[in-house]
């Protein structure tokens, strides 16, 4: 493809091999990457495009520049594609804020973007084939409420001049911002943006399912419960729940899973307001439990999977959860208290696995690890417990992928898999995905 000249160097001058930074350059964007953005070439140089759509004509501006490859913004749109919608938000846009990266992007069409993403990380590091990505059907399903408002916890940062904003896309700056679209409708009343916070690093608000609503301030990594001056009683009215105080209690409540949930305001706990039951109905449908099944919850957080688990398998069986993080494991062990044969482990997966601090074997697993995926070792300690089935419930397609090639090293095999848009307007996409043992000799 032809390098336009555009920008540093004017037009008709003789380009110099390689991108500049800063430099503009017109260019044609290919397909959908990980990580928001989309692919071109310039000179056979890879360039990675951010507020782009695969086949539109733009001009984009170098940010970054790598041994091999560039990153760009697409601050102008030469021939659009048509899915591209204007913003809700003005703040998302190049050098604005970096939390949403396909605001550009009509929602429907945002769907499609991730799942394209999962279908070539499943070939490019999963090594499955197209024909094995087909007959899992991949898609990736909205959830209730829209693509706004759906955010229950938002961390603002706050710049060297006190005002609370979010940060750039791969940056420390702040961008200041007067509202957040993506922010669930208790937050955005709030008077968090228009309001210095001179000592605060952050700023961070959680409004739950429960009702409850919490502001914390974090000053020298200390956090303080705030309250707001000029809210009557400092109180807001959450939809479908009770008013609940600014500076309440440092624990917030959670509905899902046909459970009531406490845990810290700080804690652990699925952002969009129908996730929790979203992942949940998907696990026991995938996993299908049975009357008397033994089960673990790996990286249980507060045992939301346990507690739905122990529901279907019955009161006499074991269901054990495994968490590493203090708040997590006290959530957990006061949550389940009332389920007598489910029992909380505290300790990292890989050391319980490894030192049989559980052992099998275990008829069901499910296990929702960090963004870096289970690994290799946790995978083969779960396969060697002989488990009927496992759920998988990631938040990086990459790192589920890596893990689907251990599995299917194994002679294990990926039987089912679902998507969910869980962050609306970001490249961010959950899955969950069932795993199956070779047939029995």
Same mark, same amino acid.
């Given at each position: 493809?032809?390098?336009?000249?555009?920008?540093? @160097?004017?037009?008709?001058?003789?380009?110099r091999p390689?991108?500049?930074?800063?430099?503009?350059?017109?260019?044609?964007?290919d397909?959908v990457?990980?990580?928001g953005?989309?692919?071109? #070439?310039?000179?056979?140089?890879?360039?990675?495009?951010?507020?782009?759509l695969?086949g539109?004509?733009v001009?984009?501006?170098v940010t970054?520049l790598h041994?091999?490859?560039?990153?760009? /913004?697409a601050?102008?749109?030469?021939?659009?594609?048509?899915? #591209?919608?204007?913003?809700?938000?003005?703040y998302?846009?190049p050098?604005?804020? @970096?939390?949403c990266?396909l605001?550009?992007?009509?929602?429907?069409?945002?769907?499609?973007? %991730?799942?394209?993403?999962v279908?070539? =990380?499943?070939?490019?590091l999963?090594g499955?084939?197209?024909?094995?990505?087909?007959?899992?059907?991949?898609?990736?399903e909205p959830?209730?409420?829209?693509?706004?408002g759906w955010?229950?916890?938002?961390r &603002?940062?706050v710049?060297a001049?006190?005002?609370?904003?979010?940060? %750039?896309?791969r940056?420390?700056e702040?961008?200041p911002? /007067? #509202?957040?679209?993506?922010?669930?409708?208790?937050?955005?009343?709030?008077?968090?943006?228009?309001?210095p916070?001179?000592t605060?690093?952050?700023v961070?608000?959680?409004?739950s399912?429960g009702?409850?609503?919490?502001?914390?301030?974090?000053?020298?990594?200390v956090?303080?419960l705030?309250?707001?001056?000029?809210q009557?009683a400092?109180?807001v009215?959450?939809?479908g729940?009770?008013a609940?105080?600014? /500076?309440g209690?440092?624990?917030v409540?959670?509905?899902?899973?046909?459970?009531n949930?406490?845990l810290?305001?700080?804690?652990?706990? =699925?952002v969009?307001?129908? +996730?929790?039951d979203?992942?949940?109905? +998907?696990v026991l449908?995938?996993l299908?439990? =049975?009357?008397?099944?033994?089960?673990?919850?790996? &990286?249980g957080?507060?045992g939301?999977?346990?507690g739905?688990?122990?529901?279907?398998?019955g009161?006499? !069986?074991?269901v054990?959860?495994?968490?590493?993080?203090?708040?997590g494991?006290?959530?957990?062990?006061?949550?389940?208290?009332?389920l007598? #044969?489910?029992?909380?482990v505290?300790?990292r997966?890989?050391?319980?696995?490894?030192r049989?601090?559980?052992?099998?074997p275990? /008829?069901?697993?499910v296990?929702d690890?960090?963004?870096?995926?289970?690994?290799a +070792?946790?995978?083969?300690?779960?396969?060697?417990?002989?488990?009927?089935?496992?759920a &998988?419930?990631?938040?990086?397609?990459? !790192?589920?992928?890596?893990d689907?090639?251990?599995?299917?090293?194994?002679?294990?095999?990926?039987?089912a898999?679902r998507? &969910?848009?869980l962050?609306?307007?970001?490249?961010?996409?959950e899955?969950? @995905?069932?795993?199956?043992?070779?047939?029995?000799?």
């Amino acid at each position: 493809m032809g390098r336009s000249a555009v920008g540093a @160097g004017g037009s008709g001058a003789e380009r110099r091999p390689g991108l500049e930074e800063a430099e503009r350059v017109e260019l044609t964007v290919d397909a959908v990457a990980p990580g928001g953005h989309c692919v071109a #070439r310039v000179d056979g140089q890879v360039v990675f495009v951010r507020h782009a759509l695969p086949g539109e004509r733009v001009i984009a501006e170098v940010t970054e520049l790598h041994r091999g490859f560039a990153r760009a /913004d697409a601050v102008e749109i030469v021939a659009a594609a048509p899915e #591209r919608v204007t913003p809700p938000c003005p703040y998302a846009r190049p050098g604005g804020c @970096g939390g949403c990266d396909l605001q550009h992007v009509a929602p429907a069409a945002q769907l499609g973007w %991730k799942t394209a993403v999962v279908r070539e =990380q499943l070939t490019r590091l999963g090594g499955l084939t197209d024909a094995e990505i087909d007959g899992l059907r991949v898609t990736v399903e909205p959830l209730p409420g829209g693509p706004l408002g759906w955010r229950s916890r938002v961390r &603002y940062a706050v710049d060297a001049a006190g005002r609370a904003g979010l940060l %750039k896309h791969r940056s420390h700056e702040v961008v200041p911002i /007067d #509202r957040c679209l993506i922010a669930h409708p208790a937050i955005q009343e709030l008077p968090l943006l228009g309001r210095p916070w001179p000592t605060a690093e952050s700023v961070e608000v959680v409004a739950s399912t429960g009702g409850d609503v919490v502001v914390t301030a974090l000053t020298d990594g200390v956090p303080t419960l705030v309250d707001l001056p000029g809210q009557p009683a400092t109180t807001v009215d959450v939809p479908g729940g009770p008013a609940a105080e600014v /500076d309440g209690p440092a624990t917030v409540r959670e509905v899902a899973a046909g459970r009531n949930w406490t845990l810290p305001a700080g804690g652990f706990w =699925q952002v969009h307001p129908a +996730a929790a039951d979203t992942l949940v109905d +998907a696990v026991l449908d995938l996993l299908a439990p =049975q009357p008397g099944e033994s089960a673990w919850d790996l &990286y249980g957080g507060a045992g939301l999977f346990a507690g739905a688990l122990a529901a279907r398998v019955g009161p006499d !069986a074991r269901v054990t959860v495994v968490e590493s993080a203090a708040e997590g494991v006290a959530a957990a062990r006061r949550n389940l208290a009332d389920l007598s #044969r489910v029992e909380v482990v505290a300790a990292r997966v890989e050391t319980a696995l490894a030192r049989r601090r559980i052992t099998g074997p275990v /008829d069901l697993v499910v296990l929702d690890p960090p963004r870096t995926g289970a690994g290799a +070792a946790v995978v083969r300690d779960m396969i060697a417990a002989d488990p009927r089935a496992i759920a &998988y419930v990631a938040c990086d397609p990459a !790192a589920f992928a890596r893990d689907v090639r251990t599995f299917t090293r194994a002679g294990w095999r990926l039987a089912a898999l679902r998507g &969910y848009d869980l962050f609306p307007m970001t490249q961010h996409v959950e899955l969950v @995905g069932l795993f199956l043992p070779p047939p029995a000799d």
